[in-house]
């Protein structure tokens, strides 16, 4: 079933599409939804959607990873994958767990306050309606 995604170029143009395809909808969560949790949960899913666009277009089945054992006395970059996409995608998503959870924090913290989410209800700078 999965036969045809050996070839790179085609495995490449589906992980492509479904990026933008998920993208899209979180795009959509954001600027639609009122509720603050769910915006900030739309922002999480179009993160997740670029972590996957960028470690799904550097993704290569004919390579091995870049760690030494028996057979192999040295590396070789012709047959090994580059581990800096990986390494690079690791941090960002600490930093993006890191930074949701201070921002659903103030979302909490917000709702104790005030006593709604809504960002159209948000009035608090004291503008007259």
């Known amino acids: 079933m999965f036969d045809a995604f050996g070839s790179s170029a085609l495995l490449h143009q589906a992980i492509t599409l479904l ?7 979180a795009l959509f969560g954001v600027l639609v939804k009122k509720n ?9 899913i179009a993160e997740a959607a670029l972590f996957l666009f960028f470690i ?10 870049p ?28 930093i993006g767990i890191a930074v949701l959870a ?6 909490i913290r917000y709702y104790k306050l005030t006593g709604h989410m809504r960002i159209d209800e948000m009035d608090e700078l004291g503008e007259d309606r």
Request: glycine share 4%; net charge negative.
């Open 56 to 65: 799904g277009n550097h993704y290569a089945a004919q390579l091995q990873a």
């Open 102 to 107: 201070l921002a659903l924090t103030f979302v």
């Open 36 to 44: 603050l949790f769910n915006i900030f949960l739309a922002f999480s």
């Open 19 to 25: 990026c933008f395809i998920i993208f899209g909808v």
């Open 67 to 94: 760690i030494l054992f028996e057979g192999l006395s040295r590396f070789d970059p012709a047959v090994m994958v580059d581990p800096l996409p990986q390494a690079m995608i690791l941090t960002t998503i600490v």
